[in-house]
């Protein structure tokens, strides 16, 4: 099954950056959506970010459109998140994901992800 290890989760202040990076393995990486996730503290999952097979289509949560840019290197089996001007609501647990199926357009909605990773934590102090 595919395996998902996300990285580059921290400690930053108000208005600055962070770029999330979430490495696949295990199966064919090029031919899936991907997906960023996010879960605060006592808060549900919410959906942050996708991306399609291609990289040629991406969707955003409207609390992060204009701050945030999701991207891939399928060479490299990595999805990407860059995250700017990050506000202390930005905190939480963020984990990607992959499409359930292989060649489809995805929605913002999880249930259409599986292979969840094991999750990095965001902390934007202000």
């Known amino acids: 099954q595919v395996q998902l290890v996300e990285s580059g989760g921290g400690l930053v202040q108000a208005g600055g950056s962070l770029r999330l990076s979430c490495a696949a393995s295990g199966r064919t990486f090029s031919s899936y959506a991907m997906g960023w996730f996010r879960q605060a503290p006592g808060k549900e999952r919410e959906f942050v970010a996708l991306?399609?097979?291609?990289?040629?289509?991406?969707n955003y949560a409207d609390s992060v459109k204009g701050r945030v840019t999701i991207s891939r290197d399928n060479t490299k089996n990595t999805v990407y998140m860059q995250m700017n001007s990050m506000k202390p609501e930005d905190t939480a647990v963020y984990y990607c994901?992959?499409?359930?199926?292989?060649?489809?357009?995805?929605?913002?909605?999880?249930?259409?992800?599986?292979?969840w990773g094991q999750g990095t934590q965001v902390t934007v102090s202000s």
């Open positions: 994901a992959v499409h359930r199926r292989r060649w489809v357009v995805p929605t913002p909605n999880e249930a259409e992800f599986g292979s």
């Open positions: 991306i399609s097979w291609t990289g040629g289509s991406t």
